[in-house]
Nanobody, 121 residues
Framework: QVQLVESGGGLVQAGDSLRLSCAAS????????MGWFRQAPGKEREFVAA????????NYAESVKGRFTISRDNAQNTAYLQMNSLKPEDTGVYYC??????????????WGQGTQVTVSS
């Protein structure tokens, strides 16, 4: 069983930055493809970014390209989402997700509880 715990959310102003962290349990973190998703009020959950289990491949939603960066530290069993130039439309609950090996846009089997990000204008 993989457990994921997100942290780093908060209330910021437009143009600010935040870094989200996702701490994962298990001794095989280096085999997890990691993803970040978000859900805005009244909307469906959407893909934000993903990083391959080797860390060599990444994928981003068009809406965050050039502003967000996903990374991972396999020694710390942690994935990160650096969010710069935040916009009010980035507001939502951000979820960390994992799949064993898998593909960047594949099916994620494990999910965290989410962390709230609110961007004021």
């Amino acid at each position: 069983q993989v457990q994921l715990v997100e942290s780093g959310g908060g209330l910021v102003q437009a143009g600010d930055s935040l870094r989200l962290s996702c701490a994962a349990s298990g001794r095989t973190f280096s085999t997890y493809t990691m993803g970040w998703f978000r859900q805005a009020p009244g909307k469906e959950r959407e893909f934000v970014a993903a990083i391959s289990w080797r860390g060599s491949g990444t994928n981003y939603a068009e809406s965050v390209k050039g502003r967000f960066t996903i990374s991972r530290d396999n020694a710390q069993n942690t994935a990160y989402l650096q969010m710069n130039s935040l916009k009010p439309e980035d507001t939502g609950v951000y979820y960390c997700a994992a799949q064993i090996l898998g593909t960047l846009r594949g099916q994620y089997a494990y999910w965290g509880q989410g962390t709230q990000v609110t961007v004021s204008s």
